[in-house]
Nanobody
């Protein structure tokens, strides 16, 4: 079974920065896209970012574009999310997700992404 383990995150003031990383187990095929989906308190799941297997293609939600940067190291089976210029509305549980299809991750729907991490808290104060 593929396992995704998030690390990093934590708390930061508005305007600050945080980073996340997600390491996948050996069972994850290199062809899988890796990305991030978040859920703020009382809100629906929201797509954040995704990177293709090669790292050549990436997509971001409009809410984070220009502030967050996703990258991956396929050999290390790891995806990263650098979060700059944080806003209080970025406060959420962030889930690392993996799927063969980029659009499945971009949908933000839980039942369209094959693998999910346990989630990690990101808190941004005003």
């Amino acid at each position: 079974q593929v396992r995704l383990e998030e690390s990093g995150g934590g708390s930061a003031p508005a305007g600050g920065s945080l980073s996340l990383s997600c390491a996948a187990s050996e069972g994850l095929l290199s062809a899988y896209a890796l990305g991030w989906i978040r859920q703020a308190p009382g809100k629906e799941l929201e797509f954040v970012a995704v990177v293709s297997w090669s790292g050549a293609t990436s997509y971001y939600s409009d809410s984070v574009k220009g502030r967050f940067t996703a990258s991956r190291d396929t050999a290390k089976r790891t995806v990263y999310l650098q979060m700059n210029s944080l806003k209080p509305e970025d406060t959420a549980v962030y889930y690392c997700v993996a799927d063969l299809y980029i659009d499945d991750i971009r949908s933000g729907h839980r039942n369209r992404s094959d693998f999910w991490g346990q989630g990690i808290q990101v808190t941004v104060s005003s």
